[in-house]
């Protein structure tokens, strides 16, 4: 089978800029993919392409094909939407179709147009990826879901929002040499426990902002990539999709994740690796206790245990796994259909050794990237390794 | 909830008149798997032939959150508690109603109860302490 490469990556700034439509964030993204490659356009087979609310936001359905048409590429173009992991599914589907040889070049990415809509505005419509008949009719917005989860976790396995609070210092840190992330600024834990709530036990700086922006990837085979002496190291080694039940309250467990268990035990088997094998990872973090469950799910910290990590250390930049090393979603930003996307970039930058924080992870071959939707209803894993 | 044309959301605001009317129900397959309505497929095991079956009385807090941060349709509620209660066979979502916030805590006894929005005047699926 062969090896997908990661040839061209391009991400917007992740920030406030209301007046931009998605799909002149998405022609940026694109522009930067495509310079970033050395593929011309005209060699795009399929565009595949993560949303999330387009149609809440800018009253835009039909995405796709006003995407490519944005990137300049008249392949034909799909659009993808699982809440916050549309983009982490079109990855996936776009590593498939290289993989079966249908595709040699494809452009997949997402874009999201969110802070137009006001913070009201945005959480009304980021709810919408949960149950709206049993969820959402009964008041429970996306903080609160995962506010939910962080007190059932606090209650099995112990924690507490200082430990939390760690996890948001660290993001921030690690964001401060990010040009793409939409906060640079460094905080406290002081900072984060004393600001105001949002749903408790989560705090404004347990939460990712709202954001606008977009990320695009430009993947090859291979044999393309070798063909056309593509400067392109690093590889998406191992995919993995994980689902469950749409509603919190359904799942077997209130404080796990076993969507991005089963996605992260998928990739690593496709990618013939181990957890123990990461080097480096961006984890799906739109609430600090998100990054908890994220890497208890995917083996990097045990069951119960990955809520000291960042504190003790063990996730920071300098820790055994360094996680979130862009920022993560909490500091760098969360244009939902964009960040899944986003991450590959951030890993294959990473690995390549062109990120601005490279420097922390220099012998780093193995990366992960996992995306969520919802409550972690759907999750992607993808592997990436440099193997050139 | 009925939309703008008064068209209601078959099984679900059903559910809401039968908590009304005291009669509050979850849907149950041969091998007792629990689920709400509207379902016509039993997601643990595939069975199409699901019944009604009364509810238990009352259900466990399992975990809360107080939210400050609403959506627009409970800008006039906030801040208010939601909380998960498991009534055995399923759990349930809903705001907490006819206690503090802040006097919410897990373990605590609840019953189904439908209150009203202060935003939207709609219903909504509660939870009263018992």
């Given at each position: 089978?062969?090896?997908?490469?990661?040839?061209?990556?391009?991400?917007?700034?992740?920030?406030?800029?209301?007046?931009?439509?998605?799909?002149?964030?998405?022609?940026?993204?694109?522009?930067?993919?495509?310079?970033?490659?050395?593929?011309?356009?005209?060699?795009?087979?399929?565009?595949?392409?993560?949303n999330?609310?387009?149609?809440?936001?800018?009253?835009?359905?039909?995405?796709?094909?006003?995407?490519?048409?944005?990137?300049?590429?008249?392949?034909?173009?799909?659009?993808?939407?699982?809440?916050?992991?549309?983009?982490?599914?079109?990855?996936?589907?776009?590593?498939?179709?290289?993989?079966?040889?249908?595709?040699?070049?494809?452009?997949?990415?997402?874009a999201?147009?969110m802070?137009?809509?006001?913070?009201?505005?945005a959480?009304?419509?980021?709810?919408?990826?949960?149950?709206?008949?049993?969820?959402?009719r009964?008041?429970?917005?996306?903080p609160?879901?995962?506010?939910?989860?962080?007190?059932?976790?606090?209650?099995?396995?112990?924690?507490?929002?200082?430990?939390?609070?760690?996890?948001?210092?660290?993001?921030?840190?690690?964001?401060?040499?990010?040009?793409?992330?939409?906060?640079?600024?460094?905080?406290?834990?002081?900072?984060?426990?004393?600001?105001?709530?949002?749903?408790?036990?989560?705090?404004?700086?347990?939460?990712?902002?709202i954001?606008?922006?977009?990320?695009?990837?430009?993947?090859?085979?291979?044999?393309?990539?070798?063909?056309?002496?593509?400067?392109a190291?690093?590889?998406?080694?191992?995919?993995?999709?994980?689902?469950?039940?749409?509603?919190?309250?359904?799942?077997?467990?209130?404080?796990?994740?076993?969507?991005?268990?089963?996605?992260?035990?998928?990739?690593?088997?496709d990618?013939?690796?181990?957890?123990?094998d990461?080097?480096?990872a961006e984890?799906?973090?739109?609430?600090?206790?998100?990054?908890?469950?994220?890497?208890?799910?995917?083996?990097?910290?045990?069951?119960?245990e990955?809520?000291?990590?960042?504190?003790?250390?063990?996730?920071?930049?300098?820790?055994e796994?360094?996680?979130?090393?862009?920022?993560?979603?909490?500091?760098?930003?969360?244009?939902?259909?964009?960040?899944?996307?986003?991450?590959?970039?951030?890993?294959?930058?990473?690995?390549?050794?062109e990120?601005?924080?490279?420097?922390?992870?220099?012998d780093?071959?193995?990366?992960?990237?996992?995306?969520?939707?919802?409550?972690?209803?759907s999750?992607?894993?993808?592997?990436?390794?440099?193997?050139? | 909830?009925?939309?703008?044309?008064?068209?209601?959301?078959?099984?679900?605001?059903?559910?809401?008149d039968?908590?009304?009317?005291g009669?509050?129900?979850?849907?149950?397959?041969?091998?007792?798997?629990?689920?709400?309505?509207?379902?016509?497929?039993?997601?643990?095991?595939?069975?199409?032939?699901?019944?009604?079956?009364?509810?238990?009385?009352?259900?466990?807090?399992?975990?809360?959150?107080?939210?400050?941060?609403?959506?627009?349709?409970?800008?006039?509620?906030?801040?208010?508690?939601?909380?998960?209660?498991?009534?055995?066979?399923?759990?349930?979502?809903?705001?907490?109603?006819?206690?503090?916030?802040?006097?919410?805590?897990?373990?605590?006894?609840?019953?189904?109860?439908?209150?009203?929005?202060?935003?939207?005047?709609?219903?909504?699926?509660?939870?009263?302490?018992?």
């Amino acid at each position: 089978m062969s090896n997908v490469r990661v040839v061209g990556t391009g991400i917007t700034p992740f920030g406030n800029v209301p007046e931009r439509t998605g799909r002149d964030l998405f022609a940026e993204a694109s522009i930067a993919a495509f310079e970033d490659s050395g593929v011309p356009r005209d060699d795009v087979e399929a565009v595949f392409y993560g949303n999330f609310m387009g149609e809440l936001a800018e009253h835009q359905g039909h995405q796709g094909p006003l995407m490519a048409e944005a990137a300049g590429v008249r392949a034909p173009a799909t659009r993808y939407e699982s809440a916050c992991a549309s983009s982490g599914v079109a990855v996936r589907d776009a590593v498939y179709r290289i993989r079966s040889g249908e595709a040699d070049v494809v452009l997949v990415g997402g874009a999201e147009r969110m802070t137009n809509l006001g913070t009201a505005g945005a959480t009304e419509a980021l709810a919408i990826a949960a149950d709206d008949l049993w969820e959402v009719r009964a008041g429970m917005t996306f903080p609160g879901a995962y506010a939910l989860m962080a007190k059932a976790y606090f209650s099995k396995f112990g924690g507490d929002r200082e430990d939390l609070a760690h996890v948001a210092v660290k993001n921030h840190e690690n964001a401060l040499p990010n040009e793409k992330a939409q906060y640079r600024s460094a905080i406290t834990v002081e900072d984060a426990l004393e600001a105001p709530w949002v749903s408790t036990p989560l705090g404004l700086y347990d939460s990712c902002p709202i954001s606008d922006g977009a990320a695009a990837l430009v993947l090859t085979s291979e044999a393309y990539a070798e063909e056309n002496d593509l400067d392109a190291p690093v590889a998406i080694t191992g995919t993995g999709q994980g689902g469950d039940r749409l509603a919190l309250h359904d799942r077997e467990h209130l404080a796990r994740s076993p969507a991005a268990r089963k996605a992260g035990e998928e990739a690593y088997a496709d990618a013939g690796v181990g957890a123990g094998d990461i080097d480096v990872a961006e984890v799906h973090d739109c609430f600090t206790i998100a990054e908890v469950l994220a890497i208890e799910a995917l083996d990097i910290e045990g069951v119960g245990e990955g809520i000291s990590a960042a504190r003790d250390g063990r996730t920071t930049a300098d820790g055994e796994t360094p996680i979130n090393l862009s920022g993560g979603l909490k500091a760098k930003g969360h244009p939902v259909g964009a960040t899944g996307a986003s991450q590959i970039a951030e890993v294959a930058s990473l690995l390549a050794g062109e990120h601005p924080n490279s420097e922390h992870v220099e012998d780093a071959t193995t990366g992960l990237a996992h995306n969520a939707g919802g409550t972690v209803a759907s999750a992607t894993v993808h592997v990436l390794e440099v193997v050139a | 909830m009925s939309d703008e044309r008064g068209v209601q959301d078959a099984g679900y605001d059903e559910w809401l008149d039968a908590v009304e009317d005291g009669n509050a129900f979850y849907l149950e397959c041969p091998n007792g798997h629990g689920s709400l309505p509207p379902r016509r497929v039993c997601v643990d095991c595939g069975s199409t032939d699901l019944e009604r079956v009364d509810l238990p009385e009352t259900g466990e807090i399992e975990t809360f959150t107080v939210t400050h941060v609403p959506t627009p349709a409970f800008e006039e509620d906030a801040p208010y508690a939601t909380a998960i209660a498991n009534f055995g066979s399923v759990r349930i979502t809903g705001q907490i109603v006819g206690l503090d916030p802040d006097a919410v805590e897990n373990g605590l006894e609840v019953e189904p109860k439908v209150t009203i929005s202060e935003t939207t005047d709609e219903r909504v699926l509660g939870l009263e302490p018992v």
